[in-house]
């Protein structure tokens, strides 16, 4: 790895230790690259300057051979040094196929025995398909970056997941990431960006600004007047790696600030360059805990012969409670350079299973070929963006049927962006057969029955052509009077025509997401009738989205009551039910150990201090 993938690495790296790792963690750095070289062993980063010292031992030049397994086992060495590795991490980086032996198959027992956990990222779509194999046998995550762009935001993302991706963040108290945005800068003019700070962070946030080729300024300005610049003692600049640091030394001001990038070089008149924003934060108390997101794929190896799709999550709560009603996105970020942007959403319907449950979800199948996909998501909040909070009881949802019981609790306005992980696709065709059936409707329901004009009203929402896009041809809406005929037999059951549609129309098909609504007369009422509905959703090459749920209707005539206190009026009995129907290069590894006891006596965690430790 020569010129910009280094200076790109060296540039993730310098920003994870300085910035990302927990104070109190212990950190230690191999290289590898036919043989493994340990450039540093565990130190604790307990202050800036323990961290600047560390920093200073990335290396800044590879060699020309790759062996990661040498470097996980020699990094599984800097783990056991004085204590038992169990528990420690290893994130091994590389964007090289292992050339020289050890392989990576040959270290795994050691890996498995070892008892550490490795995450990995695979620094460009040619690193070892075998990487893999360390996260899976370790119970690790895995990453990727494309390392061919000239932004570094998602390899910031992705290090911050290292660490907030794990289970054991108790007594940690990791970064948010707020934002992340590669921005052109040219010559001409100044490029600016906002950022919304929320009132639950602030402490300890960080701007930082890198680029790779031409010299740059930075001026912040906050929502309360204050400005940041060259001048300010928070203002630094690393001319070595390209990066503006302005780090706030107090709880930064709620609302929104405003960053102003000058690209200085005159030979640069004619150009431009793409300058890498991420800002984060941590919470300010725990009496008003932060959103915070958790996103993941459904699967993230696919074999596109078997399962041609994948489906985005993002999990967004505040403290226990889900929020509700934010706008969330996922940017794919394919092998080829392209991106393509879903929405995700948490409506109950088509991926989505629960409504309201803080869970966004979409599908995602427009792969163009095998190789590495990267996920990253986003989610602000909007007026209408809320916490659900259930009763006060931890860690529990709304109940369908109890939503009397949840209280809607307005988010202030917030944004929040992290990684999603990395998709590997293998075995991608390319064909022009529409094989992707619409969604499963899952909401059917009866709204209204009139036994006067011998009709039942189903509603449900729309789902799309090929899952969750686009419109779906038509609908299949059938009945019967057994609840066997629509579950067993539907094909056979009556279908409702345009002639027994008495308000809406079959023909107007809705968008995904949208409310349909339909008043169907039936063919009889009175005593004991009882009809059972389904629907599938059709596209244009007739593929359907199965069978709805299963719900029924009773047009039984009930007379009208005594007169008393409550309404004469006479009552319809409504049953409705519902049931399930390069050159190979050398790379970097950073071990990471976590809570642990030194078992030197000397050690101050044989006190029994808990620290967490990083190599």
Do not use: C
Not at 18 to 28: H, K
């Amino acid at each position: 790895m020569a010129g910009d993938p280094i200076a790109k690495l060296r540039q993730g790296m310098d920003q994870y230790i300085s910035s990302i790792v927990p104070t109190g963690s212990y950190v230690g750095i191999v290289t590898f690259s036919n043989t493994a070289v340990r450039k540093a062993n565990l130190a604790l980063l307990d202050d800036q300057s323990s961290r600047e010292d560390l920093i200073l031992k990335l290396p800044s030049r590879t060699g020309g051979s790759t062996s990661i397994g040498s470097g996980v086992l020699e990094g599984i060495q800097v783990l056991s040094f004085d204590q038992d590795p169990a528990g420690g991490f290893l994130l091994v980086v590389s964007d090289g196929n292992n050339n020289f032996n050890p392989d990576i198959d040959d270290v795994v027992d050691e890996v498995v025995n070892a008892g550490v956990i490795v995450d990995t990222i695979a620094f460009t779509d040619n690193a070892d398909t075998s990487l893999r194999i360390l996260s899976d046998v370790s119970g690790g995550n895995t990453y990727f970056y494309r390392a061919d762009t000239d932004s570094i935001t998602v390899l910031n993302e992705v290090l911050i997941a290292t660490i907030t991706d794990r289970s054991d963040l108790e007594n940690q108290d990791p970064p948010i990431s707020l934002f992340s945005e590669a921005l052109s800068v040219s010559f001409s003019a100044n490029t600016t960006g906002e950022v919304t700070i929320d009132k639950t962070v602030g402490v300890d946030t960080i701007f930082s600004f890198t680029w790779l080729d031409f010299p740059i300024e930075v001026t912040l300005n906050g929502p309360n007047g204050i400005s940041f610049d060259q001048s300010s003692e928070e203002y630094d600049l690393n001319n070595n790696d390209n990066i503006i640091t302005i780090r706030l030394t107090t709880t930064a001001v709620s609302g929104n600030w405003k960053f102003f990038i000058t690209l200085l070089s005159s030979s640069s008149q004619f150009q431009s360059q793409i300058v890498s924003v991420n800002v984060q934060s941590k919470q300010v108390s725990e009496d008003d805990p932060p959103v915070t997101i958790n996103s993941f794929v459904s699967d993230p190896f696919i074999d596109y012969q078997k399962n041609p799709y994948i489906v985005v999550f993002v999990f967004a709560t505040k403290g226990n409670d889900p929020v509700a009603n934010a706008d969330v996105i996922a940017i794919l970020e394919k092998s080829d350079g392209s991106d393509d942007v879903i929405e995700l959403y948490d409506s109950g319907t088509s991926a989505d299973i629960t409504k309201d449950d803080g869970v966004y979800s979409g599908y995602f199948f427009n792969f163009t070929g095998d190789g590495r996909y990267n996920v990253e998501v986003k989610v602000r909040g909007n007026q209408n963006t809320a916490a659900i909070s259930n009763g006060g009881n931890s860690r529990s949802y709304p109940i369908q049927g109890l939503e009397e019981e949840a209280v809607m609790i307005p988010v202030d306005m917030f944004e929040r962006s992290a990684s999603g992980g990395a998709i590997q696709v293998t075995n991608h065709v390319d064909s022009d057969i529409d094989f992707f059936g619409p969604s499963q409707i899952i909401d059917l329901a009866v709204i209204g029955v009139s036994y006067e004009r011998q009709s039942a009203t189903l509603q449900w929402t729309a789902v799309g052509d090929d899952f969750d896009k686009g419109k779906v041809f038509e609908y299949d809406i059938r009945f019967a009077e057994t609840f066997q005929g629509i579950s067993r037999n539907f094909s056979d059951a009556d279908r409702v025509t345009f002639d027994d549609v008495i308000n809406g129309d079959l023909s107007v098909i809705g968008e995904p997401g949208d409310i349909e609504e339909i008043t169907v007369r039936l063919p009889s009422r009175g005593d004991e009738v009882s009809y059972f509905f389904g629907i599938q959703a059709i596209d244009d090459a007739n593929n359907t989205g199965g069978l709805s749920n299963i719900i029924a209707a009773n047009l039984q005539y009930i007379p009208p009551l005594e007169p008393d206190k409550t309404d004469t009026a006479m009552v319809l009995y409504v049953v409705v039910g519902v049931v399930g129907a390069m050159g190979v290069v050398m790379m970097l590894i950073i071990i990471m150990y976590l809570t642990r006891r030194r078992r030197n006596s000397n050690n101050p965690s044989a006190t029994g201090n808990m620290n967490p430790a990083y190599a």
